[in-house]
Nanobody, 124 residues
Framework: QVQLVESGGGLVQAGGSLRLSCVAS????????MGWYRQAPGKQRELVAA???????NYADSVKGRFTISRDNAKNTVYLQMNSLKPEDTAVYYC??????????????????WGQGTQVTVFS
């Protein structure tokens, strides 16, 4: 089992920045893919960004150039730096982890493990 705990969400004005963190614990040696998804009210959960153990990344078109995913393997932590935030970025953001590296390149939320989510609200 793997446990994921997100932090860093909050309320921010449009154009501002936030950094989300996700700390993994448990059987983390089995994990080869980690990602961030988000879900707005009334919408499906969607991919934001994902990263392999080796640092290869995948981003949703809507966040390219604004968001950056990174990981610190020594701290078992994945980060999502969010810049130039827009009101449409408002959602609950979830951290996810999976054994299959191919999850990084998929959009569907099929990861094995999920965090509890952290709210991000962007106001104009």
């Amino acid at each position: 089992q793997v446990q994921l705990v997100e932090s860093g969400g909050g309320l921010v004005q449009a154009g501002g920045s936030l950094r989300l963190s996700c700390v993994a614990s448990g059987n983390i040696l089995s994990i080869n893919a980690m990602g961030w998804y988000r879900q707005a009210p009334g919408k499906q959960r969607e991919l934001v960004a994902a990263i392999t153990n080796g640092g290869s990344t995948n981003y949703a078109d809507s966040v390219k150039g604004r968001f950056t995913i990174s990981r610190d393997n020594a701290k078992n932590t994945v980060y999502l730096q969010m810049n130039s935030l827009k009101p449409e970025d408002t959602a609950v953001y979830y951290c996810a982890a999976d054994r299959l590296i191919l999850r990084v390149w998929a959009k569907a939320p099929l990861y094995d493990y999920w965090g509890q989510g952290t709210q991000v609200t962007v106001f104009s």
